[in-house]
Structures are given as C-alpha cells and as structure tokens.
C-alpha cells in the first residue's frame, strides 16, 4: 500500500475482518461506518445497546420511526430476525461475552490494551459516559478504529493513557490510517502498514513496535 | 389492585416532595412525555431523577430540570447537543449528577426489582467512576461492586395495557421501561392503547401487570394495539 488509508478503506478492512456469522456492536461515529462494507454472505448480526438484535441500516423517508433508533438516537430499520429486549438484557449481552466484537473510537490505547475514550478530563467538561465502559468490558474482542496521530503528530497509542479510562487491558487490535496494530500478552504487533514503512513507523511513535510474522 | 387514570395528571397526584423517580426513555423512544408534563404542572420539588440522560430541548425532563425541581439526577450520558438546560444547572451548582456507566444503571434498577443488595460487576473497573468502591478480583479480572437503585415512583411509557395492567412495548422504545417498573414503589404507566383483560397473548406480555399500579391512556398518534389479533 503505497499511500494512507481513507476512512472509507479503513472501514472496509475492518468490515472485512469479522468473521463470518459474528454479533458485533459498532460504536457511534467512525466505527458505524464499517457496517455500510459488511456484506449479506458475512451475515453479521448488530447489536445496538438500547436493546436490539438484527438492526438494519438507516431508516429514510417513510421508514423513519421514532420507536427505532440506535444508540446514537438515529432511526435505523429492523432486518428479518431481528429481537428487541430491555437495557438490562442488552447490556447482559454485552457484559456477558456475548458480543464478538465491538468497534470503538479512542482519544487513546496503551500498549497493554487500556482504552481511553469517554473523558478528556478537562475540570470544566461535563463527564458523560453512557455506554462506553460497557462495550470495552464486554466483547470478546474489541477493536478500535482511529486517527493515529493527533494534529501535532503526537501517537494516539501510548505507554500509558493520560486521558481517564474507559477499561483496562481491553483493546485487541487497533485500525489506523497508517497501520494495523495487534495488542496481545507480548506487546503491540503491527500487522501491516500503510504509505509507510515499519522503520518509518517505528520511528513516529513512543512505544516497542513488533513484526508481524 | 390497579388503578386506570383518566388524564395524566391524575395519575402524577400522587407524587411528593422528595421523591426518587425512575423515567423511562432512551432520546425519544419510549419517554413518557406526558406524565413528565404532568409531573412539572403538579409541582413535587427536590426530585432524585434517574433516567439515562439529563433532558433534551427544552421540553419534559428539560423543563423539570429548568424548573428547579430536580435536586439530583442520576444517569450515564447527561452531556448532548441539545442538554443546554442540565449544562447550565449543572454549571451553576444547582443539580447534582451521580454519574453511572449505562449498563451499571441498567443492572442496579433490575437489581432493585429482583430484591439484589447489590452486585460486583467488571464494568467500570480501574476507572474513575469506579473510586471509593469496593473492589474484589473474580477469576482473576477486577470487579466493582455496585448497588441497587431502587425508585419511590416510576414513569413509563408502553404501546398497550389490558385492565390488570400486562404491558407490551414497542421496538427500541422498551429499553428502561420493564426493569423500572420492577424497581419502583409505584409505577405508572402511560400506554397508547387499553385493551380488554385477554386480548393481550400472555406469551408476549413483557412486563407482567403484578408490577404496574397505575396505566392512563394517552393517544400518541400510535394507533395499532398489540392484541393476539396483531401478533397472529
């Protein structure tokens, strides 16, 4: 790859790494895109938190129904199979490991999988939390998708988070514009990069990067 | 024995000063606009509130909150483009917020109902909403131990009631709705449509009428009940 990812490329390559037959939650903003690169043969299932299974794509015209949204509050549609429970039941799902995979944004990863992504811990910010904590306790895999870099070129994958947590040790993978980064027991692997190379990689960021393979 | 308002402010009467109110709704789907209007016009004061967010705009909880009759809320994602008026009580030191991960405050309000003192959970863990908790590391992963959120009234909204007060919900607007009514002193219940005891399918009542005391109907525009008839 001779250049960096678009976030339309970046979400059909992780759209491209659910397995087949997998229940997956897709957080709000960058992550929702992934499922507009999930095909009918993967027959992924999506959660929404406030309680449903098989949701369907956004809801337009005539299918806007005030009864169903998502957890972002945008109408969406119901697909065939598709199951309604309450929060309790939803968030049970969740906690549970029943969830595949969840795909969320970050203000920041460490090298050991901590997520930072509700709080920016400003004092004047008014601390909102929702879901958040919920989906990076729960899935059995959790994958983020964000911008590597912040606009000062500082790398958003970190020895430590400075930003409050959101979980600890929970992140597997995390999907950037320039590389595919996989947190496990040995430290952070980068799976493959993008417009760059490793050595160029390496050298942009604060943290022991290892090889694939 | 259940009670069937006629209007929505006879089935708020009841409420006093003081009181914890359990309000169901995630945005738009499932809140219970009418009771939260006739809540405000009653005029109960230092009000606990325990919904998920904080207000929207400028109507229901919004304008309970604009009111001054909320001394605290309890919630997990107060802070929306449109919660200007939570902001600015928030701001002025006039509110209190108990800030919950949302899955926590979904489980506290079951456990409330289901007679839990309390349960140890991994979400939250090693965060700040997680200090001065008890913590205790369960088959090796850390786990906060959260109580019960019990609630002196609940607001709900559901699509139909029948006369003994089973309710069936509507997609995504049930989500609080069935846990809240378990974990309330007293529940009330605005509902779309009431029908006769037996029409609704007993294999499809979602909240069982054992936990519901009060049910008004207040036409919303959603006009089709959920009577054995649909659902065959």
Known sequence: ?213 | MLTIADTAEQAVADITDGSTVLIGGFGPAGQPVELIEALLEQGARELVVVNNNAGNGETGLAALIGAGRVRKIICSFPRQSDSQIFDAAYRAGTIELELVPQGNLAERIRAAGAGIGGFFTPTGYGTILAEGKETRIINGRGHVFETPIAGDVALIKALTADRVGNLVYRKTARNFGPIMAAAAGKSIVQVSTIVDTGRLDPENVVTPGIYVNTIVQINTGHPEPATMEENQ
Request: glycine content about 12%.
């Open chain 1, 1 to 213: 790859m001779t250049t960096t990812l678009s976030r339309e490329q970046l979400a059909r390559l992780v759209a491209g790494d659910i397995a087949p037959g997998s229940f997956v939650n897709l957080g709000i903003g960058q992550p929702t895109m992934v499922s507009n690169f999930l095909t009918p043969a993967q027959h992924v299932t999506l959660h929404t938190e406030n309680g449903m299974l098989g949701m369907g794509p956004e809801a337009v015209g005539d299918q806007i129904d005030p009864d169903l949204i998502n957890a972002g509050k945008i109408p969406v549609t119901e697909l065939p199979g598709a199951s309604y429970f309450h929060h309790a039941d939803s968030f049970a799902i969740m906690r549970g490991g029943h969830l595949d995979v969840c795909v969320l944004g970050a203000f920041q990863v460490s090298t050991t999988g901590d997520l930072a992504n509700w709080h920016t811990g400003a004092p004047d910010a008014i601390p909102a939390v929702g879901g958040a904590m919920d989906l990076a306790t729960g899935a059995k895999d959790v994958y983020v998708m964000m911008s590597l870099f912040t606009r000062d070129g500082t790398a958003k994958l970190v020895p430590a988070c400075t930003y409050p947590l959101t979980g600890v040790g929970c992140v597997t993978r995390v999907y950037t514009n320039e590389a595919v980064f996989l947190i496990d027991d040995d430290g952070v692997r980068v799976r493959e990069t993008f417009g760059l190379t490793f050595e160029e990689l390496a050298a942009r960021m604060e943290i022991p990067l290892l090889r694939a393979g």
